[in-house]
């Protein structure tokens, strides 16, 4: 019985029919092929039918008859009995970069065809609402919105002029006949005022940190790993090259940053082990990456840019930086780096960071690596809930260091978890 299954698997191995081969259409490129469509929010039903349209941009010449098909200006649009779907305007930003293609499968011949597809993102819009108009914004409605845009996006001194224009500002009708009133308008709004807790979880929501568990029992759970490195981005991450390199300078020379002393030192100390430990290597590496994105992203944010200077990152691990630090305004493609997102690369790295360093981590050397203030990144190290100060003899010896390290300053995070108090501003 064994000696015939032997001989029904190498039949299995040797048919040519099960396997499987790849090869490009035939067909010419301006000959109407397949439209791929996407609907990121509400889908049709699949008797839904569509069309594809030629745009009005297009120009009606001879020329546009030897244009492949996927290069087309053109949008498709379908209804159903409520709804409308068409293009939308994401479409063209959505194939900038990409190419796709459709392939189909032939059993009898084991090929699978490809031919490009172009992409089109949808749209919808409901029937019903078609014909209403929206409300009219009055001057009052206008003024208010661009105060609390500025109160939000605003510099220092945009939010001092407008705080000083709303205190002086004072609506005398507005003041007629309410004298009576006034009272019990001030004790109705007072019960509807916010608790300290409220308050409370308002500012933790809004803090630049990565997200954190407020009743861990354990620094190591205040900031998990995957809060900071996402885990597709993770997995991504290859450390096969660091562990059979040679030695240290093959080691350094790997990394996507390599003038960095706090990196280099915590790499050759990993590899100093019999055993090195591959979690440290990973967040190691990512850091390394953290510093080398936020370098190229100091004055100008393009991809392109990015993946010539890391030519070793994956490139899902580029593409999660860009979509987590940085932000494309409304109606652009290009992407920018704001203070707020750089603000918020740097507390993901730094929390990285305390996680090697047992959370206990030389501020000074990260500062020289940045080429920022000591100050500043004692701050953000603050923002993280860290206290700067000197390790105490029982803290030493928890982390194996020399009496000596106890002279230095370093960021320390403990639980239970505090972030710093806001400052009160002494009346003048």
């Known amino acids: ?14 048919d040519d029919t099960q396997r499987v081969s790849f090869a490009l259409s035939d067909q010419p490129a301006t000959q109407l092929g397949p439209v791929l469509a996407n609907f990121p929010s509400v889908k049709p ?61 032939n059993k009898r011949t084991g090929v699978t065809t490809l031919r490009a597809a172009p992409l089109h993102i949808l749209t919808h819009e409901v029937k ?29 001194k945009a939010k001092l002029a407008i705080r000083a224009q709303e205190r002086n500002k004072v609506d005398v009708s507005a003041m007629e006949g309410v004298a009576d009133h006034l009272q019990e308008s001030i004790l109705k709004n007072t019960s ?87 979690t440290t290597i990973k967040m190691l590496i990512y850091i390394s990456t953290m510093i080398a994105f936020h370098k190229a992203t100091f004055k100008n944010v393009n991809k392109d840019v990015i993946q010539q200077k890391l030519p070793m990152v994956p490139i899902v691990v580029i593409d999660g930086l860009l979509s987590r630090f940085t932000e494309t305004a409304r109606g652009s493609v290009e992407a920018r780096k704001t203070s707020e997102k750089g603000t918020m690369l740097l507390t993901h790295m730094f929390a990285l960071c305390l996680h090697v360093d ?13 080429s920022m203030e000591p100050a500043k990144v004692n701050m953000l190290f603050r923002s993280l809930g860290c206290k700067i100060n000197k390790l105490t003899p029982s803290d030493l010896r928890r982390l194996g260091l020399p009496d000596s390290a106890g002279e230095v300053k370093r960021a320390i995070l403990k639980t239970p978890l505090e972030f710093p108090k806001p400052r009160m501003r002494r009346r003048t």
């Open 45 to 105: 039903i699949k008797s839904t039918s569509f069309k594809c349209y030629k745009t009005q941009t297009q120009k009606p010449t001879t020329d546009n008859e030897e244009m492949p098909f996927v290069e087309i200006p053109m949008l498709i649009a379908g209804e159903t009995e409520a709804v409308d779907f068409y293009s939308s305007e994401e479409t063209q930003r959505g194939s900038l970069g990409s190419r796709y293609l459709v392939g189909v499968h």
């Open 1 to 14: 019985m064994a000696a015939m299954a032997t001989s029904k698997k190498r039949k299995r191995e040797l």
């Open 192 to 278: 509807t005022l916010p608790s300290k807790e409220e308050a409370k979880a308002n500012a933790d929501s809004t803090r630049l940190v990565p997200q954190y568990d407020i009743d861990a029992l354990n620094p190591n759970d205040i900031y998990p790993l995957h809060n900071m490195v996402p885990k597709p981005e993770w997995k991504a991450l290859s450390i096969s090259t660091y562990m059979s390199a040679g030695g240290s300078a093959e080691r350094v020379a790997l990394l996507p940053f390599k003038r960095s002393n706090w990196i280099n030192d915590h790499l050759t100390l990993a590899f100093a082990s019999p055993s090195p430990n591959k």
């Open 128 to 156: 019903a609402l078609k014909g209403l108009q929206p409300a009219a914004v009055s001057t009052l409605q206008r003024l208010e919105a661009r105060a609390a845009l500025g109160e939000t996006f605003g510099t220092k």
């Open 358 to 370: 047992d959370f206990a981590t030389d501020t000074s050397v990260l500062a020289a690596d940045l």
